[in-house]
């Protein structure tokens, strides 16, 4: 029977292994009750003193981490209690930890405060490893308790007693959320003085003059578990003393500058000195997000060595001042000090497709990937260079791998969608545009997009649908006034159509159009008097336009009014103006052009904009005669004004939206 819980709670903890917490815990819960049977049975024949306390702290320990793993965290300390009352088991004053443990989970810090102390208490002072984690644990949850003194004298004795990285760069946090600015300069030096115990990389390089079976030795150990550990030792020393400088240099001198020169300085004079120039790359980060663009430039300029690294900062700044010719100069440094600088690339390549030599950016960013499989702006560059190439199947291609590496990213989904849309897949593309969408809910030009295509195919409950939704998250947009009105007037609902016709005439209140198109609505909904004073009110604004007259004659008449004389007379006068103006620019004028889709449809958005929308990926996509997106997933729009087209031909208004009357 002892082998039967054995192994029951062998299988528990290979199912805790495998995050299957619910079997692992019926598993442990087995192994308890085949426990208490053992021990009713060994009573039961007189055989209570040979009861396997062992098997009895195994089943228990077992049982309460299975809890815990399960979030049943007061089962858990019932069990852990059970365990730590009971003095036949030695060494359980060190599951109080894992008590602390819960209790930092259930937000009861204080408890857990007194757990580590109780835990610490009863570990000898031998074991030093043990006693500076929990000292460690101890100092954390001062900090959430905001208890910094106390904090800060608990690091100080771990940096004194055995030196951690960690407790430095804690340290450090204490005294800056104390303000003291001598002691964090003092745990900063205090921090660059921790050694890094790992071999420096250079120990497994491989030697050609070097025995052959040394060189085969060396390349077997230079990626095994050992390696790997140095590496992430190395990786978080260098974390823990750049976080440092990042937090204390803006505070510990009178400038930011100058805070910056001393950590530089204090790095350079310490063992971690290759860690300065990333310091440096930093502070020329940190000029940029306060928008110093030229302090930043300075920096990167005024490193030692421009390295790869720096110089790739400096064509990206170029890059986004528009200097193209100096930002592909840098990018070519860059790439020349680091050949597998994927970044680099991805710059090199913006500045062709910028010069609109699209397939030298296409070459430059498979390059970048060669480098780097990962790096996604390569990749949605190298799809958007196909686009420009109309290689539609590449691209698609392209946005498709990327979509699998970032799921969720918005750019991405519209790219996509739009490319099926230009292949003519339209339920393709409007499938991407919805998943676009569940990203992206408020996005105007999105919902505008799906209301065009909808419209398109003849559906159009759900093109209103989309645009009045366009319409609600920007008001403003001309296109979605125009649109939105002119479905309303198709529904012979002209007072619903007048609000949206209103608020575009007050985003251009220079353009007649608008007040014509309200004064026909007022007019439709027999407010007469209203309508005709509207045009009265563009008349007297604009004597010339011969579509407002030929309203006021129109509605003069229908209305028995003895003006409608006076205004025939103007209306011919203009007739006549325009008619000397079009033989006079005959030679050289063309044609006004009905516009065509939806909005254009209705009478008066031109609709110039191109059949496919592009979205740059911000910070690598080619800043000349390129988009920017907006929002995420934004459409771009050629349309100028926002709004439509001049009115110039009578068809194109009253033709249109059969505004004159009857």
């Known amino acids: 029977m002892e082998q039967e819980i054995v192994g029951l709670i062998d299988e528990s903890c290979i199912c805790a292994r495998d995050k299957d917490f619910k079997t692992a815990l019926e598993k442990a819960k087995l192994a308890s009750n085949k426990e208490r049977v053992l021990i009713k049975l060994q009573e039961q024949f007189g055989h209570a003193d040979s ?5 009895t702290f195994s089943m228990l320990f077992n049982l309460a981490n299975q809890y815990a793993n399960n979030e049943m965290y007061y089962e858990s300390l019932n069990t852990y209690q059970v365990i730590t009352k009971n003095k036949m088991f030695t060494n359980a004053h060190r599951l109080k930890v894992n008590m602390g443990n819960i209790y930092v989970q259930l937000g009861q810090y204080q408890k857990a405060i007194k757990m580590y102390r109780m835990a610490l208490d009863q570990v000898p002072n031998t074991h ?20 910094y003194e106390e904090a800060c004298s608990t690091y100080e004795f771990i940096l004194q007693e055995k030196p951690d990285f960690k407790a430095g760069l804690h340290a450090i946090i204490c005294y800056f959320a104390l303000e003291n600015k001598d002691k964090m300069k003092q745990g900063f030096l205090k921090l660059l003085e921790v050694p890094l115990l790992v071999d420096p990389p250079e120990r497994y390089h491989t030697n050609s003059s070097a025995d052959v079976h040394e060189n085969l030795l060396l390349e077997a150990v230079r990626n095994d578990a050992l390696s790997q550990l140095h590496r992430e030792m190395k990786l978080e020393a260098e974390k823990c003393i750049l976080t440092s400088a990042k937090l204390i240099a803006p505070i510990i001198e009178d400038t930011f500058s100058n805070g910056y020169n001393w950590c530089v300085q204090s790095i350079r004079n310490s063992a971690h000195s290759a860690l300065a120039q990333d310091l440096e790359i930093n502070k020329a980060v940190t000029f940029l997000r306060m ?27 170029y890059f986004l001042q528009g200097e193209v010719e100096h930002a592909e100069k840098m990018a070519e440094e860059a790439c020349t000090a680091d ?22 950016g296409k070459e430059l ?37 990327l979509q699998a590496i970032v799921p969720s990213m918005p750019e ?28 992206v809910h408020t996005d105007p030009g999105l919902l505008q997009k799906l209301g065009e295509i909808f419209e398109a195919q003849g559906d159009k409950q759900q093109a209103f649908h989309y645009h009045f939704e366009s319409y609600r998250y920007y008001p403003s947009n001309l296109l979605v006034l125009d ?15 007048l609000p949206f016709f209103e608020k575009a005439a007050l985003i251009q209140p220079d353009e007649v159009k608008w007040k014509l198109i309200i004064g026909s609505c007022h007019r439709r909904c027999g407010n007469y008097q209203v309508a005709l004073d509207l045009y009265k009110e563009v008349y007297a604004k604009n004597p010339d336009n011969i579509e407002c007259l030929k309203f006021l004659v129109r509605l003069c008449q229908d209305l028995g009014l003895k003006e409608v004389t006076d205004y025939a007379l103007e209306l011919k006068k203009a007739e006549k103006a325009k008619d000397v103006r079009a033989r006079v620019g005959s030679s050289g004028r063309p044609d006004s052009r009905r516009s065509s889709g939806r909005s254009s449809s209705k009478g008066y958005v031109s609709d110039d904009r191109p059949d496919s929308e592009e979205l740059d990926f911000s910070s690598t996509i080619p800043d000349n005669n390129f988009e920017r997106p907006r929002t995420a997933a934004m459409l771009k729009s050629n349309s100028t004004g926002g709004g439509g087209g001049d009115i110039e031909e009578e068809e194109d208004f009253g033709g249109c939206y059969d505004l004159l009357p009857e």
């Not at 649109?483 to 159509?497: C, D, F, S, T």
Request: with cysteine.
């Open 412 to 439: 991405v989904l519209y790219q996509i969608a739009s490319l099926y849309e230009i292949t003519g897949d339209t339920e393709q593309a409007i499938e991407w545009y919805l998943q676009c969408l569940s990203v």
């Open 51 to 55: 009861h396997n306390i062992e098997l």
């Open 365 to 401: 960013y498979t390059h970048a990937l060669d480098n780097d499989a990962s790096c996604i702006e390569a990749l949605y560059n190298l799809g958007l260079a196909h686009r420009y190439l109309n290689e539609y199947t590449d691209s698609l291609e392209c946005f498709h791998k």
């Open 291 to 317: 928008n110093d663009v030229s302090q930043a430039v300075d920096v990167l300029k005024s490193c030692d060595e421009m390295t790869s690294s720096a110089a790739t900062n400096l064509s990206f700044i």
């Open 128 to 147: 030093k490893f043990l006693r500076m984690k929990i000292l460690h644990n101890i100092g954390v949850l001062l900090v959430k308790t905001h208890q």
């Open 483 to 497: 649109w939105l009105g002119a479905y309303y007037i198709e529904m012979r609902v002209p007072e619903k159509a």
């Open 339 to 360: 050949t597998y600088n994927s970044a680099a690339f991805v710059n090199l390549g913006n500045c062709a497709m910028a010069k609109e030599d699209y397939v030298k």
